[in-house]
């Protein structure tokens, strides 16, 4: 072959495939063809009362019977031949916040296993406290557990008005308009909560002081 043949035909070989460019572009698209359509692509779909991934919507979670505060947490270190073992002591309240409040403790190996046991001696340990309508106790009372001495009085419209634990066992008991005053000048919290529960258990029925 020559070199004119071989130029000739690398000529039509340019046009032939420039012509079926063009008519691939110019061709409209078929009314049949399915419209592909990009919006929306990586969403989850938008289902009707479902949670981002179109499941079903997730139960609200049951609020618990009991609310719980933990007023002291130490760490215990027993030395023994192999070494030293470590272990979590904690001290918590726990209340309904309608009348019923009780102190536990407990022990484990990791936080959350003393806290599920300190709850669990905190009901069994709990008492139903005897108080007026408008929510506050009948009476004044005055008590002393170990160290801890306590003065618990009602105060008709000052709210809560006590520090440390004592506080805490008043809250999740439920009372209002009380004044507490520790009469003691010791620090330990599980004390200062035993304290207020036993004075709290010394509360008479409001008979003669309902207001």
Known sequence: MTDNAQNLNEEITKEATVESVEATVSTPASADAPKRDFRGRGRAPRGKGGDRRGGPKREPRAKPEYDQKIIDIRRVTRVSSGGRRFSFAVSLVAGDRKGKVGVGTGKGGDTALAVEKAFRSAKKNMITISTTKSGSIPHEVKTKFGSAVVH??????????AGSSVRDVIDLAGLKDVTAKLRSGTKNKLNNARVAIEALKQLKKPRAYSK
Do not use: D, S
């Open 152 to 161: 618990i009085m009602p105060a008709p419209g000052k709210g809560i008005v």
